[in-house]
């Protein structure tokens, strides 16, 4: 079966809304075996929510509304869905009793307005919202399935989980193949040549194996279809051996494991502490290590030194190395990470400096041009980069450098040794 998501709101046409349901909604669909081809956008319009509505039910079987659920007049879509079907809207007396003791509970008598929120579908199906006002309505009407639920991605989304996806999973019957997709993650090697040493791959018919590049990233989606998740795991792990024969020094994780998660991992496992020291990032690798659950085990702090004088006074960075080579430069980025493994008394440290932009460059060194260093008990490593791109963009680039090059450093056992 096939699907289509219409996503409704005159705010997401003007971009003062970024579409997160969408992309939630054709993961979950996906999840269940159903193909999502089409995504569409329309503003808070009657006539062109009623004509996005028809071309949808011609393309597919199931659609999806989000948004438009709300209490003022241009939140249409209830009203415009069911005109455009042909069913009539009825009260629905447990979301009226939800709705007035919402606002009973907030000392509020319910305004008359937020009343129609109560109808639904005649014949159709209600999801009670315990997150907000509005329900989600659903219906199968001439053999095909509308459902429209309420725009907040904190409605949305529990809404989808607990109600939605049982709804489509009865429609779907029991049989019915399912999608499994496992994103192989790799990092310090570009989308072109990873496709290249797993082209053959790329037409295996199930399951299936797409590149797609990220920031500093390129991922490997394996997706089988099959009739159950074991049945479809069972397809995915010889693809992913496989993979990893070919391009393992590369894989830093699997879904939604990120660099920091694998390099916390690995410093707990090796029993080492870590610490860093930002400039250009400004904390930014700081603040992923310290988004992992556990990495207080492991890491010690951060110096954010912009300035050279924060350099040399915290770091312990000559400023002989300054003058003579610059703040941004191997030579620093090395003194930066032996600074920072010194003031925090731990076992290996990053360091990161570079040129974020848009000024600040010069010929010999553009914007975009980044030193990242890590030092561990046994010895010291630093690499150049050229990044292009806004400085935001410069920034996360520069911040999974350096997590990636101590990811490699990390990658076997680290003998005890003076750093060199």
């Known amino acids: 079966m096939t699907a289509e998501i219409i996503s409704v709101?005159?705010?997401?046409?003007?971009?003062?809304?970024?579409?997160?349901?969408?992309?939630?909604?054709?993961?979950?669909l996906a999840d269940l075996g159903v193909g999502v081809y089409m995504k569409v956008v329309v503003g808070d319009n009657p006539q062109r929510l009623s004509d996005a509505l028809r071309a949808a039910l011609a393309r597919a079987d199931i659609v999806i509304l989000?948004?438009?659920?709300?209490?003022?007049?241009d939140d249409l879509t209830k009203e415009t869905v069911a005109d455009t079907l042909g069913v009539a809207l009825v009260?629905?007396?447990?979301?009226?009793?939800?709705?007035?003791?919402?606002?009973?509970?907030?000392?509020?008598s319910v305004p008359e307005t937020n009343l129609k929120q109560a109808l639904a579908f005649d014949g159709g199906t209600v999801f009670q919202n315990a997150n907000g006002t509005a329900p989600g309505?659903?219906?199968?009407?001439?053999?095909?399935?509308?459902?429209?639920?309420?725009?907040?991605?904190?409605?949305?989304?529990?809404m989808v989980t607990n109600?939605?996806?049982?709804?489509?999973?009865g429609i779907l019957g029991p049989d019915h193949p399912i999608l499994v997709s496992r994103v192989i993650r790799l990092a310090g090697i570009g989308e072109s040549l990873a496709a290249e040493k797993v082209a053959d791959l790329l037409d295996s018919p199930n399951p299936t194996v797409a590149p797609y590049a990220k920031t500093g990233e390129v991922h490997l989606r394996v997706t089988?279809?099959?009739?159950?998740?074991a049945e479809a795991e069972a397809l995915i792990d010889p693809m992913d051996a496989e993979i990893a024969a070919r391009l393992g020094p590369f894989i830093l994780g699997r879904d939604a494991e990120n660099l920091e998660d694998g390099v916390v991992a690995r410093l707990r496992a090796l029993g080492l502490t870590l610490a860093g020291a930002e400039s250009c990032t400004g904390g930014l690798i700081g603040d992923r290590i310290t988004n992992v659950p556990g990495a207080s085990d492991v890491f010690q702090g951060v110096a954010v030194t912009y300035?050279?004088?924060?350099?040399?006074?915290i770091l312990g960075v000559r400023p002989e190395t300054i003058e003579r080579v610059g703040a941004v430069s191997e030579e620093t980025a090395r003194e930066m990470a032996s600074g920072a493994r010194n003031a925090y008394h731990a076992d290996v440290a990053y360091a990161v400096t570079g040129i974020a932009g848009p000024s600040g460059g010069s010929e010999e060194k553009p914007v975009g041009t980044v030193f990242v260093a890590?030092?561990?008990p046994s010895r010291t490593a630093a690499r150049e980069h050229r990044f292009r791109g806004a400085r935001e963009v410069i920034k996360r680039y520069s911040a999974q450098a350096a997590l990636n090059l101590l990811r490699e450093m990390l990658a076997e056992p680290l003998p005890e040794e003076a750093p060199q």
């Open 66 to 73: 989000g948004g438009g659920l709300g209490p003022t007049k």
């Open 137 to 158: 309505v659903a219906i199968v009407k001439d053999g095909k399935a509308v459902a429209c639920l309420p725009g907040p991605p904190h409605e949305l989304k529990p």
């Open 224 to 229: 089988a279809r099959a009739r159950n998740r």
């Open 9 to 28: 709101g005159t705010e997401l046409l003007l971009g003062q809304i970024v579409d997160t349901n969408a992309a939630f909604l054709a993961q979950t």
């Open 374 to 376: 890590v030092q561990t």
């Open 307 to 313: 300035g050279n004088r924060a350099k040399v006074d």
């Open 91 to 108: 009260n629905n007396a447990e979301a009226e009793d939800r709705l007035r003791r919402f606002f009973r509970e907030r000392g509020i």
């Open 163 to 169: 109600q939605l996806v049982p709804w489509l999973q």
